[in-house]
């Protein structure tokens, strides 16, 4: 290493203590508080009688799933320091036995931290919401609106992750948009902390595809703050919980009705029956239509990360690496055909090699291991699902949009529009059904809670705004 890598190493590594310290200690304080609060008589138990009392289950069910996050990422947290210090079995204190500790850290954390740590003052920098921008033009690009009926949630929810899908599916098979996609699949371990780990330019993408397929479809954009972003963001991150929090990670019967942190391990492996595999945040079913859906299967060991040589502790490497590549072969590629072609192919492709594509890997592994095929010919849904998708897809659409087409409005179902108290995105419609937002965020006990951007009606705590770097995916 040259003395400037040198010089540049030692600097992420100041970055990385700082980082881990400030989000570490935010979380820890947060938690405590709310335990306190807790203990006081207002915090969990008093939010959950409330949120009953209102019947806002939705809210019960998000206010349980966070609880769990902070639960689950202390915990990890807290867990591989102790790794760390395991791994050094004599444990004497000298100056190089602390270091191997911190190597081992920050093998696992530093690039989550740092990611993170960007995605706290990129915000600062970029002042905008990037949905807040395009919901003007949600009516204007409605063939029609659902109304707030209890099916219309469903649909809603179903529409939401069709647009998740595509965007996620669209990051993985194009070249451009992997190099956007791919820190997220850099660890080579997974932690909850991986959730946090986004390019903080991908959100402005990923929103633009997503808001195409919703107003298109007749999403209200009403529904999407705070209710339906809470659950993507909340179990978005919730998938992540790694093998250390819990084991199998498969949720017993609840694998088959949700995407559970076993589906989403499969999704960060990078095993040839595994890349590309199960985009869905929340809901099986595109993954399930599309052909994508893929348990985890015993006999296939999960190997996390991308295929690439990679050390996760070089940040550059981590964040931007997939950009430098990309440029490399462009410019190593002969003619506008080809370079273009690299620039919108799958990763893996060239003019030399066309068959280097996770697509091919994977059904050549199939091909030899026929047995470890998810849904045989003999499966008659597989079959009915495996052909001709699309139209399939827009008849089972306009099935669910007979049932929903209707523009009524009613104020009754708008009212019970939830609030997840860490973290409100609220549109000012919802604003006049909440007027009591500041005490609802305050009675969470976080006291560093505000209400930013009036406008756009944006609020969240600091230890969120940890949490909710970009899409968790
Ligand atoms: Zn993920
Ligand atoms: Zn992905």
Not at 147 to 156: K, Q, R, V
């Given at each position: 290493?040259?003395?400037?890598?040198?010089?540049?190493?030692?600097?992420?590594?100041?970055?990385?203590?700082?980082?881990?310290?400030?989000?570490?200690?935010?979380?820890?304080?947060?938690?405590?508080?709310?335990?306190?609060?807790?203990?006081?008589?207002?915090?969990?138990i008093a939010d959950i009688k409330g949120q009953i009392k209102t019947h806002s289950y939705n809210d019960t069910?998000?206010?349980?799933?966070?609880?769990?996050?902070?639960?689950?990422?202390?915990?990890?947290?807290g867990l591989i320091v102790f790794e760390g210090f395991q791994k050094e079995k004599e444990r004497k204190w000298n100056s190089y036995k602390v270091?191997?500790?911190?190597?081992?850290?920050?093998?696992?954390?530093?690039?989550?931290?740092?990611?993170?740590?960007?995605?706290?003052?990129?915000?600062?920098?970029?002042?905008?919401?990037?949905?807040?921008?395009v919901?003007?033009?949600?009516?204007?690009?409605?063939?029609?609106?659902?109304?707030?009926?209890?099916?219309?949630?469903?649909?809603?929810?179903?529409?939401?992750?069709?647009?998740?899908?595509?965007?996620h599916y669209a990051f993985h098979r194009v070249r451009f948009f992997w190099c956007f996609h791919s820190p997220h699949h850099a660890p080579d371990d997974l932690t909850i902390t991986t959730a946090w780990v986004h390019f903080f330019a991908e959100?402005?993408?990923?929103?633009?595809?997503?808001?195409?397929?919703?107003?298109?479809?007749?999403?209200?954009?009403?529904?999407?703050?705070?209710?339906?972003?809470?659950?993507?963001?909340?179990?978005?991150?919730?998938?992540?919980?790694?093998?250390?929090?819990?084991?199998?990670?498969?949720?017993?019967?609840?694998?088959?009705?949700?995407?559970?942190?076993?589906h989403h391990r499969v999704h960060h492996a990078k095993n040839a029956l595994y890349m590309d595999t199960n985009f869905c945040t929340f809901l099986p079913f595109w993954d399930w239509i599309f052909g994508t859906l893929q348990p985890l299967k015993d006999e296939v060991k999960i190997e996390y990360g991308i295929?690439?040589?990679l050390d996760t502790t070089n940040f550059i490497d981590f964040y931007f690496g997939e950009f430098f590549l990309l440029i490399k072969d462009i410019k190593n590629t002969n003619g506008i055909k080809n370079k273009v072609l690299i620039f919108i192919k799958p990763p893996g492709w060239n003019p030399q090699n066309k068959d280097h594509l996770a697509a091919?890997?994977?059904?050549?592994?199939?091909?030899?291991?026929?047995?470890?095929?998810?849904?045989?010919?003999?499966?008659?849904?597989?079959?009915?699902?495996?052909?001709k998708t699309?139209?399939?897809?827009?008849?089972?659409?306009?099935?669910?949009?007979?049932?929903?087409?209707?523009?009524?409005?009613?104020?009754?179902?708008?009212?019970?529009?939830?609030?997840?108290?860490?973290?409100?995105?609220?549109?000012?419609?919802?604003?006049?059904?909440?007027?009591?937002?500041?005490?609802?965020?305050k009675k969470r006990g976080f006291t560093q809670a505000y209400v930013g951007e009036e406008k756009d009606g944006y609020s969240q705590t600091p230890a969120i705004s940890a949490l909710k770097m970009g899409r968790h995916k």
């Amino acid at each position: 290493m040259n003395k400037t890598k040198t010089y540049w190493r030692y600097f992420e590594n100041a970055i990385f203590i700082v980082a881990f310290f400030y989000i570490s200690w935010d979380w820890i304080s947060n938690f405590f508080i709310y335990l306190y609060n807790t203990i006081l008589g207002k915090g969990i138990i008093a939010d959950i009688k409330g949120q009953i009392k209102t019947h806002s289950y939705n809210d019960t069910f998000m206010t349980l799933v966070w609880e769990l996050i902070f639960i689950i990422t202390l915990w990890e947290i807290g867990l591989i320091v102790f790794e760390g210090f395991q791994k050094e079995k004599e444990r004497k204190w000298n100056s190089y036995k602390v270091n191997n500790i911190f190597k081992y850290v920050s093998q696992k954390f530093k690039a989550t931290f740092l990611a993170s740590f960007i995605g706290i003052f990129i915000p600062l920098l970029i002042k905008f919401d990037v949905f807040a921008l395009v919901k003007p033009f949600f009516n204007y690009f409605s063939l029609f609106k659902i109304n707030f009926e209890w099916y219309s949630w469903i649909y809603a929810y179903l529409v939401w992750e069709l647009s998740t899908w595509v965007w996620h599916y669209a990051f993985h098979r194009v070249r451009f948009f992997w190099c956007f996609h791919s820190p997220h699949h850099a660890p080579d371990d997974l932690t909850i902390t991986t959730a946090w780990v986004h390019f903080f330019a991908e959100g402005f993408i990923t929103t633009f595809i997503q808001w195409i397929i919703l107003s298109l479809a007749g999403f209200r954009y009403e529904m999407l703050f705070p209710a339906i972003f809470a659950i993507e963001v909340g179990w978005g991150t919730f998938i992540h919980a790694s093998e250390r929090s819990l084991k199998s990670g498969r949720l017993g019967f609840l694998k088959h009705l949700f995407i559970t942190p076993s589906h989403h391990r499969v999704h960060h492996a990078k095993n040839a029956l595994y890349m590309d595999t199960n985009f869905c945040t929340f809901l099986p079913f595109w993954d399930w239509i599309f052909g994508t859906l893929q348990p985890l299967k015993d006999e296939v060991k999960i190997e996390y990360g991308i295929t690439r040589k990679l050390d996760t502790t070089n940040f550059i490497d981590f964040y931007f690496g997939e950009f430098f590549l990309l440029i490399k072969d462009i410019k190593n590629t002969n003619g506008i055909k080809n370079k273009v072609l690299i620039f919108i192919k799958p990763p893996g492709w060239n003019p030399q090699n066309k068959d280097h594509l996770a697509a091919t890997v994977r059904a050549a592994f199939l091909k030899e291991n026929p047995g470890l095929k998810s849904y045989t010919k003999q499966n008659f849904l597989k079959k009915f699902y495996a052909k001709k998708t699309l139209p399939k897809t827009i008849y089972l659409l306009s099935l669910i949009l007979i049932f929903t087409h209707a523009n009524s409005f009613s104020q009754k179902s708008r009212k019970v529009i939830f609030v997840i108290a860490d973290g409100i995105c609220y549109d000012n419609i919802i604003k006049q059904h909440i007027p009591n937002l500041q005490d609802l965020i305050k009675k969470r006990g976080f006291t560093q809670a505000y209400v930013g951007e009036e406008k756009d009606g944006y609020s969240q705590t600091p230890a969120i705004s940890a949490l909710k770097m970009g899409r968790h995916k």
